[in-house]
């Protein structure tokens, strides 16, 4: 090979690693924010909140000069969810924003918009344009038929914790009726707008969203098993990640089997519980979690009621005072188990509760098979009732 094509090959490799290193570079690129929004205070501060389980970090921003700002940021495991926070004369308001890498977003007033307009909203999305936000825009497509399918499952829920709070009203059938109704709003969101194609790119945080409203529900798995039939999880990608360990512990799954000490520090295995009981309730709970004295009330009659027909309880503690564990667990008559790790302990890291404030019911089969999650009141009756007939369950998962 002669001096001059050395030199000339030389050249194209060079440039080849330079191209890659360029490209390399362009795919770790964050996101960058070009806000225009006349009334904010001067100088103000326009701040990127992003949010996780631990609730919400101040990670980027911006100053406010003649209603103009600039952010520039990354988006850790995108895409992720933010709250973008407003300085006006009037107080802090905020923008919810689905955001990934590689991304310029613009962000002005709609036309016609006054500020007095805001003066008792929190929240301003409907108040501003957004550009450049692919996500941004599929994750609001379906936030809009995620909020009409929400108000639908409170009114059912609403029904049935009506239907248990007077005595005189509670029919199996009726609770039976409403439960599916609710499989079958399931299976149309599923059907009608999760998995309509193409698939949207936001699906993964939005079921995170229907969680607050359905729970555990199968719909989760039917989500999951699509995506990853094809191949649109990413192992890289905080909502994916949400999404794999989550679906571990919906209806229909194996329930995760545990060994604890018990009140006197006698290991606990809770599948021998589950293999000589006909139903297992797990109760998730604390001295000081939310609704514990009403959840401990229902659990008390229903244990009496059907505790000869083969139901079981064993509550897992949340919390991490063994003395107040004993004082409150101490006219509860089943079993009783904890680490005492509070956060970080098994509640947190394998249930995916939050320690001392939850008060949730798992229902799970002989097999040991979720039946249903956070289920109470006239639900978590009919569910018992129904498991422990002669006929059996008629709509075992939920």
Request: charged share 20%; hydrophobic share 35%; aromatic share 12%.
């Amino acid at each position: 090979m002669d001096f001059g094509k050395f030199i000339l090959l030389k050249s194209f490799l060079c440039l080849g690693l330079f191209n890659g290193l360029i490209a390399q570079t362009t795919n770790k690129l964050g996101y960058e924010i070009k806000g225009d929004l006349s009334g904010l205070v001067e100088d103000s501060k326009v701040i990127m909140r992003l949010w996780d389980e631990n609730g919400g970090t101040n990670c980027d921003s911006g100053i406010v000069k003649h209603g103009k700002f600039q952010i520039h940021g990354n988006v850790p495991g995108g895409p992720r969810f933010y709250w973008l926070i407003l300085r006006l004369p009037y107080g802090h308001r905020f923008v919810l924003m689905y955001l990934n890498n590689d991304q310029k977003i613009d962000i002005k007033w709609k036309r016609g918009i006054s500020l007095m307009d805001m003066n008792d909203e929190a929240f301003v999305n409907e108040a501003v344009e957004i550009w450049g936000s692919l996500t941004q825009v599929d994750y609001y497509n379906l936030r809009s038929a995620y909020l009409l399918y929400q108000s639908y499952q409170v009114k059912i829920n609403q029904e049935i914790q009506q239907a248990f709070s007077d005595s005189t009203k509670y029919d199996n059938k009726i609770i039976g009726t409403l439960i599916k109704c609710k499989k079958m709003l399931d299976e149309s969101l599923l059907s009608s707008v999760l998995l309509r194609k193409p698939i949207n790119t936001s699906l993964p945080r939005v079921m995170r969203d229907i969680r607050n409203y359905n729970y555990h529900s199968t719909l989760f798995k039917s989500v999951y098993d699509t995506l990853e039939s094809k191949k649109m999880l990413n192992d890289t990608c905080y909502q994916d990640n949400w999404l794999k360990n989550f679906v571990k512990l919906c209806s229909g799954q194996a329930f995760p089997m545990f060994s604890l000490p018990d009140i006197d520090g006698k290991l606990l295995a809770l599948d021998e519980v589950v293999k000589k009981s006909t139903l297992t309730l797990v109760n998730i709970w604390s001295w000081n979690s939310q609704y514990v004295d009403q959840n401990n009330s229902e659990l008390l009659k229903i244990y009496n009621e059907f505790k000869s027909k083969g139901l079981n309880i064993v509550g897992v503690y949340s919390g991490t005072n063994i003395t107040k564990w004993k004082m409150s667990a101490a006219e509860l008559p089943w079993y009783h188990v904890s680490d005492l790790k509070g956060k970080g302990g098994i509640v947190e890291k394998v249930f995916q509760e939050v320690p001392e404030k939850s008060t949730t019911n798992v229902l799970i089969d002989k097999s040991g098979t979720i039946i249903a999650w956070d289920v109470s009141g006239a639900a978590l009756k009919y569910y018992v009732e129904s498991c422990l007939s002669e006929t059996g369950l008629t709509l075992h998962i939920n």
